[in-house]
């Protein structure tokens, strides 16, 4: 692994803390706020719209101004947001809030091409591992995230968790910082000049709708369950701290495993892998269904966050093999776009569901999520494990 992808590993790792913050504490600031229970998950829910409308613009945007320059933009539009969420938190204004948030998943949407610009940075026999060391930043995050929420709770007096919003400035201006010293190839004259498949071509391969299932169950299942177990917990009689303790281990199960996932890739293949995901979310599932402890809540949410690291790490890279240099852009852009737009859904939906349908119904409702994407890999990705975009 060259300097870069070490780099790019620290700013996905200082990324990854500010989101471990912001699941910690933005739901609960949803339920101080909001004026009905159905509302309390708004904030969460624009943060993920924003990511979502970022999916495609990044794509493209770093294609014109390059990647760094990109990540810059990202990072900026991220400190505006957590200083407009400051203010609301000071006045107490729900949809100040709700929209500085909305810009925080703007800053996000283009922190989520970190893990491909690791893999243009480093040969193709490193790709897996490279994409597992940026996610490996996860771990860092998965202590300093939620200990940064419970120490800053009461920072600025009687803002309740205005700031955590000043440490997750912090953490942008930091990843600025790493930015700086970081080097990303621009694109290669066969970007510029390769002819390009329509994408309506990429996106109707098997391996890529593949990808594009595993990672979109992956992730929505992951951040249905994440975002409730606070909701959860505190309805259960648990304190915020107790549950920040099960985000952090949730966040450790997400992150640790990277550091051999792709070693594991290497040795067994993508498919087992994700299948191998597929069964730790089953486990999360069955776990939650026995009982509400804080060791239910615990177990189950280690589980989930092993889950998801197998599905989609996974998913990532096999969808890069489905595009040729030329169609890098628009092809990333269309896979998280899919991926994210599908996460935004279950962020909008997370605390309703919590609130009427209950926590035990939310799990017996991702339980069929689950078992579509184990088809999806039996019944088509088994048949096409080879890379199908030619070089």
Request: with cysteine; net charge neutral.
């Amino acid at each position: 692994m060259n300097l870069n992808v070490f780099l790019l590993s620290g700013c996905q790792a200082l990324l990854t803390t500010g989101n471990i913050l912001l699941v910690s504490v933005v739901a609960l600031i949803g339920q101080n706020l909001a004026a009905s229970p159905s509302m309390t998950t708004f904030p969460v829910a624009t943060q993920f719209i924003g990511l979502m409308l970022a999916t495609i613009p990044a794509s493209l945007i770093m294609r014109r101004i390059g990647r760094k320059n990109g990540f810059y933009l990202g990072n900026s539009i991220g400190i505006l947001g957590a200083a407009l969420c400051i203010l609301a938190l000071q006045g107490e204004q729900f949809y100040l809030f709700s929209f500085g948030t909305f810009l925080l998943g703007i800053g996000i949407g283009f922190g989520t091409l970190y893990r491909f610009a690791a893999v243009e940075v480093c040969d193709d026999q490193s790709k897996s591992k490279a994409i597992s060391l940026v996610m490996a930043g996860g771990v860092v995050a998965a202590v300093i995230g939620p200990q940064l929420a419970i120490y800053s709770q009461d920072l600025l007096g009687e803002a309740e968790f205005a700031g955590a919003f000043v440490g997750l400035l912090g953490l942008y201006v930091i990843a600025l910082c790493l930015l700086f010293f970081t080097h990303i190839p621009k694109e290669v004259a066969a970007e510029e000049t390769d002819k390009a498949r329509p994408l309506m071509t990429i996106v109707r391969q098997p391996t890529f709708i593949v990808a594009v299932v595993v990672a979109m169950v992956g992730y929505v299942v992951m951040n249905l369950l994440m975002t409730a177990t606070p909701l959860a917990m505190a309805r259960c009689g648990f304190t915020f701290a107790q549950a920040a303790h099960v985000i952090e281990w949730h966040v450790l199960g997400m992150f640790v495993p990277s550091f051999f996932t792709g070693s594991l890739i290497a040795r067994f293949g993508l498919n087992p892998v994700m299948y191998a995901g597929a069964v730790f979310m089953l486990a999360c599932i069955g776990i939650n269904l026995m009982g509400v402890s804080e060791w239910h809540f615990w177990t189950a949410l280690v589980c989930l966050g092993i889950g998801w690291n197998f599905m989609f790490i996974g998913a990532t890279q096999l969808v890069t093999t489905t595009y040729r240099p030329a169609e890098k852009a628009k092809s990333q852009a269309a896979n998280e776009f899919l991926v994210f737009s599908m996460v935004t859904v279950s962020a909008m939906s997370a605390g309703w569901m919590e609130a009427v349908l209950g926590w035990q119904a939310m799990n017996w409702i991702v339980l069929p999520l689950i078992l579509w994407a184990v088809a999806v890999i039996f019944y088509i990705g088994r048949s096409h494990s080879e890379p199908v975009a030619a070089t």
